[in-house]
Protein backbone atom coordinates (compact mmCIF):
# COMPACT_ATOMS: atom_id res chain seq x y z
CA UNK A 1 0.00 0.00 0.00
CA UNK A 2 1.38 3.39 -1.26
CA UNK A 3 2.11 5.62 1.03
CA UNK A 4 2.99 9.38 1.29
CA UNK A 5 3.97 11.36 4.50
CA UNK A 6 4.23 14.89 5.27
CA UNK A 7 5.99 16.00 8.14
CA UNK A 8 3.11 18.40 9.47
CA UNK A 9 -0.40 18.15 8.85
CA UNK A 10 -1.14 21.98 10.78
CA UNK A 11 2.42 24.88 10.70
CA UNK A 12 2.08 27.99 11.84
CA UNK A 13 4.80 30.40 10.64
CA UNK A 14 5.79 34.36 10.64
CA UNK A 15 6.10 36.63 7.62
CA UNK A 16 9.81 36.51 6.46
CA UNK A 17 10.83 32.83 8.25
CA UNK A 18 12.46 30.10 6.08
CA UNK A 19 9.82 27.35 5.90
CA UNK A 20 10.56 23.95 5.38
CA UNK A 21 7.69 21.28 3.99
CA UNK A 22 9.28 17.70 3.83
CA UNK A 23 7.37 14.74 1.91
CA UNK A 24 8.31 10.88 1.83
CA UNK A 25 6.79 8.62 -0.57
CA UNK A 26 7.91 4.66 0.00
CA UNK A 27 7.47 3.35 -3.07
CA UNK A 28 10.48 3.89 -4.96
CA UNK A 29 8.48 5.91 -7.40
CA UNK A 30 10.75 8.27 -9.92
CA UNK A 31 7.94 11.42 -9.60
CA UNK A 32 7.19 13.51 -6.95
CA UNK A 33 5.19 16.82 -7.07
CA UNK A 34 3.97 20.03 -4.59
CA UNK A 35 1.39 21.17 -5.10
CA UNK A 36 -0.40 24.11 -3.48
CA UNK A 37 -4.79 24.28 -2.92
CA UNK A 38 -6.87 26.99 -2.73
CA UNK A 39 -10.39 27.45 -2.72
CA UNK A 40 -11.82 27.73 -6.39
CA UNK A 41 -8.44 27.48 -7.53
CA UNK A 42 -7.96 23.40 -7.59
CA UNK A 43 -4.79 21.84 -7.38
CA UNK A 44 -1.96 24.60 -9.14
CA UNK A 45 1.71 22.85 -9.23
CA UNK A 46 4.47 24.67 -7.94
CA UNK A 47 7.26 22.47 -8.96
CA UNK A 48 7.84 18.67 -9.89
CA UNK A 49 10.98 16.18 -9.54
CA UNK A 50 11.19 12.93 -12.13
CA UNK A 51 14.73 12.02 -10.37
CA UNK A 52 16.88 12.93 -7.79
CA UNK A 53 18.65 15.96 -8.07
CA UNK A 54 16.90 16.79 -10.85
CA UNK A 55 13.58 19.04 -10.80
CA UNK A 56 11.08 20.96 -13.40
CA UNK A 57 9.18 24.38 -12.19
CA UNK A 58 5.17 24.00 -12.21
CA UNK A 59 3.13 26.65 -12.79
CA UNK A 60 3.57 28.58 -9.36
CA UNK A 61 6.98 28.22 -8.51
CA UNK A 62 7.53 32.03 -7.99
CA UNK A 63 8.41 32.18 -4.35
CA UNK A 64 9.76 28.95 -3.69
CA UNK A 65 12.44 26.23 -4.38
CA UNK A 66 12.71 22.07 -3.70
CA UNK A 67 15.21 19.97 -3.12
CA UNK A 68 15.32 16.33 -3.72
CA UNK A 69 19.04 14.88 -2.54
CA UNK A 70 17.22 11.10 -2.22
CA UNK A 71 14.34 9.31 -4.33
CA UNK A 72 12.45 9.02 -1.41
CA UNK A 73 12.14 12.50 -0.03
CA UNK A 74 11.01 15.73 -1.98
CA UNK A 75 11.54 19.21 -0.04
CA UNK A 76 9.38 22.29 -0.67
CA UNK A 77 10.72 25.44 0.94
CA UNK A 78 9.44 28.78 1.20
CA UNK A 79 12.88 31.14 1.42
CA UNK A 80 10.93 34.14 3.02
CA UNK A 81 7.26 33.07 3.83
CA UNK A 82 4.46 35.87 2.71
CA UNK A 83 0.91 35.96 3.85
CA UNK A 84 -0.16 35.33 0.14
CA UNK A 85 1.31 31.51 0.65
CA UNK A 86 -1.05 30.25 3.28
CA UNK A 87 -2.19 27.42 1.45
CA UNK A 88 -2.74 23.77 1.95
CA UNK A 89 0.07 22.00 0.56
CA UNK A 90 -0.10 18.88 -1.19
CA UNK A 91 2.79 16.67 -1.92
CA UNK A 92 2.56 13.36 -4.15
CA UNK A 93 4.59 10.92 -5.80
CA UNK A 94 3.76 8.32 -9.18
CA UNK A 95 5.59 6.06 -11.53
CA UNK A 96 4.46 8.42 -14.66
CA UNK A 97 1.88 8.97 -16.62
CA UNK A 98 -0.64 7.19 -16.56
CA UNK A 99 -0.07 5.80 -13.12
CA UNK A 100 -1.83 7.45 -10.94
CA UNK A 101 -0.49 10.02 -8.53
CA UNK A 102 -0.29 8.98 -4.88
CA UNK A 103 -0.98 12.40 -2.22
CA UNK A 104 -0.42 12.64 1.28
CA UNK A 105 -3.00 13.93 3.34
CA UNK A 106 -1.41 17.78 3.11
CA UNK A 107 0.34 20.33 4.94
CA UNK A 108 -2.05 23.51 6.16
CA UNK A 109 0.28 26.41 6.32
CA UNK A 110 -0.31 29.77 7.58
CA UNK A 111 1.84 32.51 7.42
CA UNK A 112 0.70 36.00 9.87
CA UNK B 1 -4.07 29.43 -18.00
CA UNK B 2 -6.61 26.91 -16.99
CA UNK B 3 -5.71 23.93 -19.15
CA UNK B 4 -8.64 22.44 -17.91
CA UNK B 5 -11.95 23.91 -16.87
CA UNK B 6 -14.30 21.97 -14.41
CA UNK B 7 -17.98 22.99 -13.63
CA UNK B 8 -19.63 23.74 -11.58
CA UNK B 9 -17.66 24.68 -8.25
CA UNK B 10 -20.07 23.64 -6.02
CA UNK B 11 -23.30 20.84 -6.65
CA UNK B 12 -26.02 20.00 -3.85
CA UNK B 13 -27.74 16.63 -5.17
CA UNK B 14 -30.44 14.43 -2.95
CA UNK B 15 -29.69 11.32 -1.94
CA UNK B 16 -30.65 8.66 -4.75
CA UNK B 17 -30.00 11.36 -7.51
CA UNK B 18 -27.48 11.65 -9.97
CA UNK B 19 -24.48 14.33 -9.75
CA UNK B 20 -23.01 15.19 -12.78
CA UNK B 21 -19.39 17.14 -13.23
CA UNK B 22 -18.34 18.71 -16.59
CA UNK B 23 -14.92 19.56 -17.76
CA UNK B 24 -13.76 20.82 -20.67
CA UNK B 25 -9.93 20.86 -22.58
CA UNK B 26 -8.22 22.72 -25.64
CA UNK B 27 -5.37 20.81 -25.78
CA UNK B 28 -6.01 17.46 -28.44
CA UNK B 29 -2.54 15.99 -27.30
CA UNK B 30 -4.06 15.34 -23.86
CA UNK B 31 -4.62 11.44 -23.86
CA UNK B 32 -5.66 11.15 -20.34
CA UNK B 33 -8.55 11.94 -18.05
CA UNK B 34 -8.41 11.06 -14.54
CA UNK B 35 -10.48 11.99 -11.64
CA UNK B 36 -9.56 12.15 -8.36
CA UNK B 37 -11.86 12.59 -5.44
CA UNK B 38 -10.84 14.01 -1.78
CA UNK B 39 -12.20 13.85 1.51
CA UNK B 40 -12.22 16.45 4.38
CA UNK B 41 -8.77 16.15 5.79
CA UNK B 42 -6.96 13.65 3.26
CA UNK B 43 -5.09 14.44 -0.02
CA UNK B 44 -7.00 13.11 -3.21
CA UNK B 45 -7.31 9.94 -4.70
CA UNK B 46 -7.93 8.23 -7.98
CA UNK B 47 -11.14 7.43 -8.60
CA UNK B 48 -11.09 6.51 -12.08
CA UNK B 49 -9.75 7.20 -15.57
CA UNK B 50 -10.76 7.37 -19.32
CA UNK B 51 -8.44 6.96 -22.59
CA UNK B 52 -9.97 8.50 -25.74
CA UNK B 53 -10.55 5.36 -27.58
CA UNK B 54 -13.59 4.83 -25.53
CA UNK B 55 -16.50 7.11 -24.80
CA UNK B 56 -17.79 5.92 -21.30
CA UNK B 57 -16.03 3.78 -18.72
CA UNK B 58 -17.95 3.13 -15.59
CA UNK B 59 -16.93 1.85 -12.74
CA UNK B 60 -20.04 0.94 -9.99
CA UNK B 61 -21.76 3.94 -9.20
CA UNK B 62 -19.51 5.96 -11.31
CA UNK B 63 -19.48 6.66 -14.68
CA UNK B 64 -16.92 9.03 -17.05
CA UNK B 65 -18.15 9.64 -20.60
CA UNK B 66 -16.09 11.10 -22.90
CA UNK B 67 -17.09 13.32 -25.69
CA UNK B 68 -13.64 13.55 -27.97
CA UNK B 69 -14.73 16.18 -30.58
CA UNK B 70 -16.25 18.53 -28.30
CA UNK B 71 -13.42 18.05 -26.08
CA UNK B 72 -15.36 17.58 -23.09
CA UNK B 73 -15.46 14.75 -20.26
CA UNK B 74 -17.79 14.40 -17.08
CA UNK B 75 -18.45 12.50 -14.46
CA UNK B 76 -21.59 11.09 -13.25
CA UNK B 77 -22.32 9.41 -10.08
CA UNK B 78 -25.50 7.15 -9.92
CA UNK B 79 -27.67 6.75 -7.09
CA UNK B 80 -25.23 9.48 -5.35
CA UNK B 81 -24.95 8.91 -1.41
CA UNK B 82 -24.23 11.06 1.26
CA UNK B 83 -20.72 9.36 2.00
CA UNK B 84 -19.89 10.62 -1.91
CA UNK B 85 -19.75 13.65 -0.60
CA UNK B 86 -16.41 15.06 -1.25
CA UNK B 87 -14.48 17.54 -3.50
CA UNK B 88 -13.84 15.93 -7.07
CA UNK B 89 -11.06 17.11 -9.17
CA UNK B 90 -10.73 16.35 -13.29
CA UNK B 91 -7.16 16.30 -14.64
CA UNK B 92 -5.98 15.42 -18.14
CA UNK B 93 -2.60 15.00 -19.45
CA UNK B 94 -0.65 13.04 -22.50
CA UNK B 95 1.07 9.65 -22.16
CA UNK B 96 4.80 9.95 -21.58
CA UNK B 97 4.34 13.39 -19.30
CA UNK B 98 5.12 13.67 -16.04
CA UNK B 99 2.72 15.77 -14.81
CA UNK B 100 -1.02 16.52 -14.40
CA UNK B 101 -3.04 19.31 -15.02
CA UNK B 102 -6.47 19.86 -13.14
CA UNK B 103 -9.51 21.28 -13.07
CA UNK B 104 -10.51 23.65 -10.04
CA UNK B 105 -12.23 21.16 -8.15
CA UNK B 106 -16.27 20.72 -7.47
CA UNK B 107 -17.44 20.21 -3.87
CA UNK B 108 -20.44 17.68 -4.30
CA UNK B 109 -22.97 17.44 -0.85
CA UNK B 110 -25.63 14.74 -0.99
CA UNK B 111 -28.51 15.56 1.31
CA UNK B 112 -30.49 12.91 2.91
Known amino acids: DVKVTQSSRYLVKRTGEKVFLECVQD?????MFWYRQDPGLGLRLIYF???????EKGDIPEGYSVSREKKERFSLILESASTNQTSMYLC???????????FGPGTRLTVT | QQQVKQSPQSLIVQKGGISIINCAYE??????FPWYQQFPGKGPALLIA?????SEKKEGRFTISFNKSAKQFSLHIMDSQPGDSATYFC???????????FGTGTRLTVIP
Open chain 1, 92 to 102: ASSLGLPFEQY
Open chain 1, 27 to 31: MDHEN
Open chain 1, 49 to 55: SYDVKMK
Open chain 2, 27 to 32: NTAFDY
Open chain 2, 50 to 54: IRPDV
Open chain 2, 91 to 101: AASWTGANNLF
